[in-house]
């Protein structure tokens, strides 16, 4: 394991399984995520103008580096159907450096 300071993991909910394909394959064909991952059929309860709503939901994990984060979030926003969608990124504390490496490696841009 080694320190994976620059690299962070980014959590964002849709509310259908086709449009988390879609924004996942963009992400990852864009070269803004090495990987997502997608949770399928996860329950969410939140407030919204007042209300209590109740919505199942889809779960992207983002695997990127830190440097991607702003136009991964302008492209996310681009492509959500969500007036404020969650858009949440930790950094990752330590990971594993074959895995790390081949997330820097991904998120190459082809003349680099």
């Known amino acids: 394991m080694e320190k994976a300071n ?15 394909k879609r924004v996942s394959k963009v992400l990852v064909n864009e070269k803004l995520a090495a990987c997502c991952t997608i949770i399928p059929n996860s329950i969410s309860f939140y407030g919204w103008k007042g209300t209590l709503h109740e919505r199942n939901e889809q779960m992207i994990i983002i695997k990127t580096i830190e440097n991607k984060l702003i136009p991964l979030k302008d492209r996310i926003l681009e492509l959500h159907n969500d007036d404020v969608p ?15 490496n081949w997330i820097s490696t991904s998120l190459l841009e082809e003349n680099e």
């Open 6 to 20: 620059s690299y962070c993991i980014v959590f964002v909910t849709i509310n259908s399984f086709e449009s988390a």
């Open 86 to 100: 969650e858009l949440i990124s930790i950094n990752m504390n330590y990971g594993l450096s074959s895995y790390l």
